[in-house]
């Protein structure tokens, strides 16, 4: 099955462990994948299926995101009504804009227009 312009099909990564990676700073960056229906969604997975085109307006880094890419996307994904059930196994609908970043080589790399940084805590600042 193949998804429409600028929308991927995703299987989330929800098996009751933890994703360690490498953070942009060099430092060790430990996720959660638990999965609690009432309090965690599942924002870490894997791309199934690519679109059958995309709009001008998406970037070359998401246009370069191959089958099996490790992503990074928007909790709100895993949401019922983006989800297709085949054969007892959940996937989702992902469009383009939801995807935050992906995993290589151990580092997570922002996507499209995404930037992640930290918080300065300087109490300087706050005088």
Not at 9 to 38: A, C, H, M, W, Y
Not at 97 to 116: A, C, H, S, T
Request: charged letters at 30%; glycine letters at 8%.
């Amino acid at each position: 099955m193949k998804p429409l312009k600028d929308t991927f099909l995703i299987k989330p990564d929800n098996d009751g462990t933890e994703l360690s990676i490498i953070g942009l700073d060099g430092q060790p960056l430990v996720i959660s994948k638990r999965f609690n229906p009432l309090e965690h969604s599942p924002q870490y997975g894997e791309i199934l299926e690519l679109p059958i085109e995309f709009s001008k307006n998406v970037s070359e880094d998401i246009k370069n995101l191959k089958i099996g890419d490790k992503i990074f996307f928007h909790y709100l994904i895993c949401e019922e009504i983006n989800e297709i059930n085949l054969d007892g196994i959940q996937f989702y609908f992902c469009h383009f804009g939801q995807i935050w970043g992906k995993v290589e080589n151990e580092k997570l790399l922002p996507l499209g227009d995404v930037l992640f940084c930290e918080k300065i805590m300087d109490e300087n600042l706050y005088k």
